[in-house]
């Protein structure tokens, strides 16, 4: 005969589906699917501190990207430094005037909402104190913008423009290109050890998003 499993104590490997029996991890281990190793579950001190980390790193970066240089250009006696700000409103005007907005949402707005969502509820918790308010609809608004959170791909069509321009003038990419590449580098990091059943379960709720 076999025993009823309790679907409460199930866990959904969020990368392929797969199920697993949930239990909960002990300092410094993290359970990984059987299938795809997507972290599940880390021990809770690990899973708080690294995701506030990334999430505090992405906030700083960000804004850091909006006021350095992101490029320079020198040719024809001229020298010129583009901040991304720059960059952004070079699509403006007439019917491209709407890109600007959805490019700046993709690469700072959606980015700094998530990064700002994740502080926002992982604070408190990082030093043992109740959740904030509504810090359950925070981390629920985090995970549903991390699909659309694309500095990588505005980076690479950064690179192709680049290379299509070099022939024409001299181009140095400014502290602002470096540090999208970094956030994106934090990202990859953060999503390699995000682990949102850990906070769920802290949180108090089911893990259901
Ligand atoms: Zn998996």
Request: net charge positive; with cysteine.
């Amino acid at each position: 005969m076999v025993a009823a499993i309790d679907p409460s104590r199930l866990i959904a490997c969020p990368m392929c589906d797969l199920l697993h029996s949930a239990r909960s991890a002990q300092d410094g281990e993290r359970i990984r699917c059987a299938r795809c190793r997507t972290v599940l579950e880390s021990s809770r001190p690990k899973a708080i501190d690294r995701t506030l980390a990334s999430a505090a790193t992405n906030v700083i970066l960000i804004i850091g990207a909006l006021f350095f240089p992101f490029i320079k250009l020198e040719g024809a006696g001229s020298r010129q430094n583009a901040t991304l700000v720059d960059a952004l409103s070079a699509f403006g005007g007439g019917l491209t005037a709407p890109l600007v907005l959805v490019v700046a949402a993709f690469i700072v707005i959606i980015p700094l909402m998530r990064a700002g969502a994740l502080c926002y509820t992982l604070w408190p918790l990082r030093f043992g104190r109740r959740p904030y308010r509504h810090a359950a609809r925070a981390f629920r608004f985090a995970n549903s913008l991390k699909p659309w959170s694309m500095a990588e791909i505005f980076i690479i069509g950064v690179v192709v423009a680049l290379v299509k321009v070099a022939g024409m003038a001299e181009v140095s990419l400014g502290p602002a290109f470096w540090m999208l590449v970094a956030m994106v580098a934090v990202l990859v990091l953060e999503n390699h050890n995000f682990c949102r059943w850990t906070i769920w379960r802290i949180l108090g709720q089911d893990s259901t998003v």
